[in-house]
């Protein structure tokens, strides 16, 4: 699954602690005993399970018949089991049903009896079932949900302007028991038939190819297809709507790419990438894609929860990752075409093939899936830089998990509510850290080596994390799974200190201390860190490298050359470096020689200790001013949005912020010079996207010329509507926006009303929720609350007021709770409530999201809340120290 909000960027509002994308995720658990070495093929007593334990499904027939119009289906399914001892109960997941009968195929019937609460249905015959083989019948109703969850329905304006309606399934971690009864938990593997009634000349997809399509009568079509291999129920889909479908051929597996109708001619890129990446796994993981097709199902609209989803055979991800409209896709947007695609096709081996027995191993699904979707994309456009991005990425774990509220990566799961939490920055971009780090010291060949016997060994069933980890240590990586324990089985982040450094005969020997960054707790961990066994890659400016492991919390390095040293060469370890004050100076003074990635990362580790008071913040800001328009390309555009994070925070200091301005226009104001205001054919795709993080970043300074632009353009849409289209056509929109009177406003409604796509419907709605006008700021939010931008868009607005105007964002929503939760898909509820807070200074809305929690949210859910509530806190405590640094910082320039 790829998260909703998956940005490729820096922090662009303004400074969190550490300057770093927040990811909420759940509170701190304890690091969980490693899992015995168990059989991956069923579930065993060391694997959660919310099910008696007395039968298990092996293979499903699924019927489903839509009633689309009223948001209503009928069910009947028939399941396979096997009866494990004498029983007259068997507890199954249900959720939104109603059952009309149950009991054996031609035989005994049972009676049903739902529990609410646990989403389970339980069936009960008059005599015991004797343990052997026996077929489960059942017939139900259920409901087509408005949100992404179960059967869902998204509504949008098709290519003739008239109202239309697709079905789309989301079933993780824990929905497919909103569609089907059955055993609704990743260890019960199965396979399955699916039958789906249409409309008569309507499309349906499946995991699998069509097998029949035959009529129903009444205008309606039963569409079969052909039987599943063994999968979890979490990778059932299905789709049925008025959609078209391209294709193309990648080996002996057809490539599909199915949009709604008149949309496929921009979906070229999306197929073309598909068809690279499925011989590309298929060689990487020694294992080829095992089902006869791959399609990627398009859907209009967003999730709050996430943006793409890995089934089995049939990706779904909505239309704004997959469609590349000439008219208004951004650098970014085109680029997360290939890497979105690139994260779910590798879940085609990594949880789809192979699957993790329970959901507290969810990272071997999408931290897996994040580091491939980095080294597929290195692979195939190396001039994108994705080692940058990669470091980018390992930041947006950091700034999680460097705060009491953070977590182990191998979690402790138990209920629904703790599934849906754990689909954060640690699963994700710190499992994909973590496991850059091991294949550094592993070494590429043996890594890969050891992710074939991996996949050779489990393929069809499920597995535990060290499972892997034996896999990998039966490859030749030995001494691995000690580094991988630590990494993955306690949080936090390890802080290395640079104690010392002295040269003798032409060698550096570096002194090394080993402690645990914080960015709220900074006393405790000093007092008693955690530890790891941490490999170290150590480089000098002229290029000579060192290597260790360093354990026990102190070690000494020698490093070839006397000078300055740079910890974490590459940057491939997951560890911050807290220099002498000399080291550092040194490699200020040498700041031109290091790699663009390493450059970044220096940046990246200085300011986080900064922000959270281990130095001064001009150690930061001395570095970050070094990068202009002299720098690579792609390492401006990921540090500009630090400033005007920094910018952002002196919202109520005029002065300081005319200080930083001058300081952006230094730095940036020649590369947009260099670069213009148009994008040129044929540039690289790089220099576009700087382009345009540039104007938006001087727009929000307040940069006359850029808004002077803006004004303009936007102006000469009212005789050239095409006046904007390209690249930059929502950065200069944005621009706009920001800075919009009622007037400029409610010409983007217009717009937003008037598009051809459900794509610019979409990205024009979205825009309305950026202005900085307060009174503008609630005329979006009463907008989000109509059925004018559509049901799947409106949480977008409201999230995107939230972030110029939090607390007036949250008391609305607060005020309007059972509407706004209305929009928003039932697993990230309690998420995106506590995201609308964020940004707030005020101390009073800790207090709000405490009522809202005990009122609101059972205890299982309030992780997010109350990660949130500590994120508040800490900002409290440091960003007076961090302003007072940056004001004394500009006031030496």
Known sequence: MSPSARSRRPLAASLRIACCVLALASAPVLAPAIHAQTSAASQTSSTPTQLPDVARPTHYAVSIVPDIANLRFDGHVTINIDVLKATKVITLNAADMTFTSAGLVGGAKASVSLDKDKETATLTFATALKPGKARIELRYSGIINRQANGLFALDYKDVDGKDARSLFTQFEPADARRVFPGWDEPGFKTSFDLAVTVPAGQMAVGNMPVATRKPAGKGLEIVTFQTTPKMSTYLFFFAVGDMERITTKAGKTEIG??????????????????ARLVPYYNDYFGVDFPLPKLDTVGGPGRSQFFGAMENWGAIFTFEYALINDPKLT?????????????????????????????????????????????????????????????????????????????????????????????????????????????????????????????????????????????????????????????????????????????????????????????????????????????????????????????????????????????????????????????????????????????????????????????????????????????????????????????????????????????????????????????????????????????????????????????????????????????????????????????????????????????????????LLSRARDPKIARAALDLALTSEPGQTISATIVSGTATAHPDLTLDFALSHIDQVEALVDSSGRAGYIA??????????????????????????????????????EARARLEPTVRAGVKDWLATK
């Open 835 to 872: 995201k609308l807070a964020t940004e707030s200074r005020d101390p009073a809305v800790i207090e709000k999201l405490r009522t809202y929690a005990r009122d609101r949210l059972p205890e299982a859910s309030r992780r997010a809340v109350d990660q949130t509530i500590n994120l508040l």
């Open 330 to 766: 951004t650098p970014d947007q085109y680029q997360n075409i290939f890497i979105y695609g690139a994260h779910e096709t590798a879940h085609q081996w990594f949880g789809d093939l192979v699957t993790m027995k329970w959901w507290g191993d969810l990272w071997l699904n999408e931290g897996f899936a994040s580091w491939m979707e980095g080294k597929a994309t290195a692979h195939f456009f190396p001039e994108w830089e994705a080692d940058l991005t990669r470091v980018s990425d390992r930041e947006r774990a950091m700034a999680l998990d460097a705060r009491i509220t953070t977590h182990p990566v191998i979690q402790e799961i138990e209920t629904v509510a703790q599934m849906n939490q754990a689909f954060d920055a640690i699963s994700y971009q710190k499992g994909q850290a973590v496991i850059t780090m091991l294949e550094g010291f592993a070494g590429e060949d043996v890594w890969r080596n050891g992710l074939r016997l991996y996949m050779k060994r489990h393929a069809y069933a499920n597995t535990e994390t060290n499972d892997l980890w034996q896999a990998m240590e039966d490859s030749g990586a030995k001494g691995l799974a000690r580094i991988a324990h630590d990494f993955t089985m306690q949080p936090g982040i390890p802080l290395i200190r640079v104690t010392g450094a002295r040269c003798t005969d032409g060698t550096t020997q570096l002194t090394l201390a080993q402690g645990e960054f914080s960015s709220d707790r900074k006393d405790k961990t000093d007092a008693t860190p955690l530890r790891w066994h941490i490999p170290v890659a150590a480089q000098s400016l002229d290029g000579k490298a060192a290597h260790m492991v360093l354990a026990d919390g102190a070690g000494t390095l020698a490093v070839p050359g006397c000078g300055a040293v740079l910890l974490n060469a590459g940057q491939s370890s997951y560890y911050r470096t807290l220099y002498t004050p000399e080291q550092l100076a040194g490699l200020r003074a040498g700041f031109a020689k290091l790699q663009p990635r390493d450059q970044l990362g220096l940046v990246s580790d200085q300011f986080a200790l900064s922000s959270a008071g281990y130095q001064p913040m001009s150690a930061a800001l001395d570095l970050l001013s070094l990068v202009g328009a002299g720098s690579s390309t792609k390492l401006q555009d990921e540090l500009v949005p630090k400033w005007t994070g920094l910018y952002g925070l002196f919202n109520d200091d005029p002065a300081a912020q005319a200080a930083l301005a001058k300081q952006v226009t230094t730095l940036y104001a020649p590369s947009l010079a260099r670069l213009g205001y148009a994008a040129k054919p044929g540039e690289p795709l790089l220099d576009t996207a700087l382009r345009g993080r540039l104007i938006s970043a001087l727009g929000t300074i307040g940069d006359a010329g850029v808004r002077a632009e803006a004004k303009r353009l936007f102006a000469a849409l009212d005789t050239d509507p095409a006046a904007l289209d390209g690249p930059l056509r929502q950065t200069w929109l944005g621009v706009i926006a920001r800075n919009a009177d009622m007037a400029d406003w409610e010409k983007l409604r217009a717009m937003a009303n008037k598009a051809n796509s459900a794509l610019e419907r979409s990205a024009l709605f979205q």
């Open 257 to 274: 790419i199915v949009t709604s109708r008149g949309q496929s001619g921009m979906a070229q890129f999306a197929l073309e990438s598909e």
